[in-house]
Nanobody, 122 residues
């Protein structure tokens, strides 16, 4: 079983930056995919970014491409989401997820953290 704990959320003004962290434990991650998803009030959970633990391949939602960067620290089993040029529409609860084969679809991910709130004020 994989345990995931997110941190780093908060309140920031539009144009600002935040870095989210996801600390993973409980399993080896050589063949896992780690992803970030978000859910705004009244909306469905949506894909933000994903990274393969082995090899480091990444993918991003069009809405965050060029502003957000996902990267990993293998030594500490931690995945990060660097968020720059934040917009009010980025406001949501951000979740970290892990799966052996998932990629962009949140339904394909079996392990989830509790989430961290990101609020971007205009």
């Amino acid at each position: 079983q994989v345990q995931l704990v997110e941190s780093g959320g908060g309140v920031v003004q539009a144009g600002g930056s935040l870095r989210l962290s996801c600390a993973a434990s409980g399993r080896t991650f050589g063949t896992y995919t780690m992803g970030w998803f978000r859910q705004a009030p009244g909306k469905e959970r949506e894909f933000v970014a994903v990274i393969r633990w082995s090899g480091g391949a990444t993918a991003y939602a069009d809405s965050v491409k060029g502003r957000f960067t996902i990267f990993r620290d293998s030594a500490n089993n931690t995945v990060y989401l660097q968020m720059n040029s934040l917009k009010p529409e980025d406001t949501a609860v951000y979740y970290c997820a892990s799966d052996r084969t998932g990629w962009r679809n949140p339904a394909d991910f079996g392990s989830w953290g509790r989430g961290t709130q990101v609020t971007v004020s205009s």
